[in-house]
């Protein structure tokens, strides 16, 4: 009865209010779009921008959903899917976002109950990738408010993941750091509709898959991102 009168009830306008949803995902920009979809559908959101974050969080918190990026600066997000999946008592939804929409299998493979490709923007998509997984005790009752509404994150956190990879950029290159600045720049620019940056992204990745010199594309890449940061949006 006490947690009947502390967790307030979906409704049909926010369907999933009284959820608690734990991102874990390191673009600020990306995390501000879910930050979004949260608020609108009630439920609350908790961040965490690593695997070691997110296992500090989870040994506190039991949050009601997780959606874990597959590409994280410490490794990889398939790991945690795999480890949440075969815990007891089970988080009720796990779900795997990235921007690789080939990676969907080994997302549900690991142990995810769902799979949503980057931009995350649609609020009744996001919903209902959540609602669908979740019991009947924990959906709103009766119909539910369909919208269309897209959501439209704020460029300041945008800003803040070019500022992020700059770093990465301006250190000799490497394979790790490579892999993990075309993914992350691939969501990135996935996310805000970025194509011209998507493009320079795909070119520093076919380089290094052919084990060419990878410093044009990187120099590329960089004064890209540089000149994203002094213009404060996409170009």
């Known amino acids: 009865m006490d947690e009947l009168l502390l967790t307030p009830a979906p409704t049909a306008r926010r369907p999933l209010l009284g959820l608690t949803v734990l991102v874990v995902e390191d673009s600020r920009f990306a995390c501000e779009a879910l930050r979004l979809l949260c608020q609108r559908s009630g439920a609350r959101i908790r961040r965490a921008d690593s695997l070691e974050n997110a296992r500090r ?7 009601s ?3 874990i990026d597959v590409g994280l600066p410490d ?3 398939l790991d945690l899917i795999e480890m949440l999946s075969q815990a007891s008592p089970r988080i009720e939804v796990i779900i795997g976002i990235s921007g690789d929409t080939d990676i969907e299998e080994q ?9 949503i490709p980057k931009p995350i923007a649609n609020l009744a998509a996001f919903q209902a990738a959540i609602l669908r ?10 119909p539910r408010i369909i919208t269309d509404e897209m959501i439209n994150p704020d460029l300041v956190a945008y800003r803040d993941d070019l500022h992020h990879i700059s770093e990465f950029l301006n250190t000799p290159p490497n394979s790790k750091n490579i892999s993990y600045v075309t993914q992350f720049l691939d969501g990135v620019a996935r996310s805000a509709q970025d194509d011209a940056l998507g493009k320079a992204v795909e070119d520093l ?6 084990g060419d010199d990878l410093t044009p594309g990187v120099n590329a890449l960089s004064d890209m991102v540089e000149k994203r940061i002094a213009a404060g949006g996409p170009l």
Do not use: C, E, N, W
């Not at 969080?57 to 949050?63: G, K, V």
């Not at 997984?133 to 009766?142: C, F, I, V, W, Y």
């Open 75 to 77: 490794g990889s997000g």
């Open 57 to 63: 969080h989870l040994a506190i918190y039991r949050p």
């Open 133 to 142: 997984h979740l019991p009947a005790d924990k959906q709103p009752p009766g």
């Open 205 to 210: 990745a076919a380089l290094k898959s052919t």
């Open 65 to 67: 959903v997780v959606m």
């Open 107 to 115: 997302v549900l493979a690991a142990g995810a109950d769902g799979f």
